[in-house]
T-cell receptor
Framework: EDQVTQSPEALRLQEGESSSLNCSYTVSGLRGLFWYRQDPGKGPEFLFTLYSAGEEKEKERLKATLTKKESFLHITAPKPEDSATYLCAVPTAHSGGYQKVTFGIGTKLQVIP | ETGVTQTPRHLVMGMTNKKSLKCEQHLGHNAMYWYKQSAKKPLELMFVYNFKEQTENNSVPSRFSPECPNSSHLFLHLHTLQPEDSALYLC????????????FGPGTRLTVL
């Protein structure tokens, strides 16, 4: 069964304190991995797509990396506005012209000023 | 309007009411999705439409009825809901194809009394 597991469930950081979020997955035939950011009461906002092991992508203070078993979202010198829930998702099936995606439960990040 | 829009943003309804959620995408995408997001759970895929044709019904109860009149509009008709149906309902769209990215609307927060 395809699974996506994110850890930790919640993370509290001081402003400027760098850390990493983990996303581990079990899928047959990795076709990529997505990271989203979700603010309370809003829809997920797309951040990155990683297509193959070894790939890295950056956006401001965020850097996403991918291995064959997991992905990390590194947050460097976070600011309070980085507080959100970060979702990881993996394509698990493709048929009929669309992509079925399995989501993790997310990591809720709180950055304290 | 840009991206994916959803109306209403908030909805409170009784168990005997009938209401509809609306989603519109302005991205020129071909696939549209309904997801349910409940607390402490990953996003649950409900329905998928690709080029207006329903291609996925993820064992959703018949009190939820989707409608897709064209590739830009998606509706979710609700009737005789249960309190456990209270959740954030998210619409997403994607271009289609392998490892394609889904873009989400802001969601409708539904409360069933």
């Amino acid at each position: 069964e395809d699974q996506v597991t994110q850890s930790p469930e919640a993370l509290r950081l001081q402003e400027g304190e760098s850390s990493s979020l983990n996303c581990s997955y079990t899928v047959s035939g990795l076709r990529g991995l997505f990271w989203y950011r979700q603010d309370p009461g809003k829809g997920p906002e797309f951040l990155f797509t990683l297509y193959s092991a070894g790939e890295e992508k950056e956006k401001e203070r965020l850097k996403a990396t991918l291995t064959k078993k997991e992905s990390f979202l590194h947050i460097t010198a976070p600011k309070p506005e980085d507080s959100a829930t970060y979702l990881c998702a993996v394509p698990t099936a493709h048929s009929g012209g669309y992509q079925k995606v399995t989501f993790g439960i997310g990591t809720k990040l709180q950055v304290i000023p | 309007e840009t991206g994916v829009t959803q109306t209403p943003r908030h909805l409170v309804m009784g168990m005997t009411n009938k209401k509809s959620l609306k989603c519109e995408q302005h991205l020129g995408h071909n696939a549209m999705y309904w997801y349910k997001q409940s607390a402490k759970k990953p996003l649950e895929l409900m329905f998928v439409y690709n080029f207006k044709e329903q291609t996925e019904n993820n064992s959703v109860p018949s009190r939820f009825s989707p409608e897709c009149p064209n590739s830009s509009h998606l509706f979710l008709h609700l009737h005789t809901l249960q309190p456990e149906d209270s959740a954030l309902y998210l619409c997403a769209s994607s271009l289609g194809g392998r490892t394609d990215t889904q873009y989400f609307g802001p969601g409708t927060r539904l409360t069933v009394l």
